[in-house]
């Protein structure tokens, strides 16, 4: 079993930087690759990227790469998700997810309960 809890959200301006954090329990962690979803407002949950269990590879959806990037620390326990330069379209409410891999969400087992990025112009 594997709990997840995500931090970092908040409410920024446009081209702001923030980091999110998901901090996982149980001694697995490191052996799950995670990945990072997110739902704005009327919009189904979506892709943002993902990274093997060693962090040596990482995948992005076409709309962030540029601008994502995801990282983990596995003696912490934690992957991040660091989002430069944002924009008020990156508004939404961010998910991390264990246990699958690739980007249908469907693929992964355990979910965090989010965190809200609001990005106002």
């Known amino acids: 079993q594997v709990q997840l809890v995500e931090s970092g959200g908040g409410r920024v301006q446009a081209g702001d930087s923030l980091r999110l954090s998901c901090a996982a329990s149980?001694?697995?962690?490191?052996?799950?690759?995670v990945g990072w979803f997110r739902q704005g407002p009327g919009k189904d949950r979506e892709f943002v990227a993902t990274i093997t269990s060693s962090g040596d590879s990482t995948y992005y959806t076409d709309s962030v790469k540029s601008r994502f990037t995801i990282s983990r620390d596995n003696a912490k326990n934690t992957v991040y998700l660091q989002i430069n330069t944002l924009k008020p379209e990156d508004t939404a409410v961010y998910y991390c997810a264990a246990g699958g891999y690739g980007v249908s969400r469907t693929s992964y087992i355990y979910w965090g309960q989010g965190a809200q990025v609001t990005v106002s112009s």
């Open positions: 149980g001694r697995t962690f490191s052996s799950f690759a």
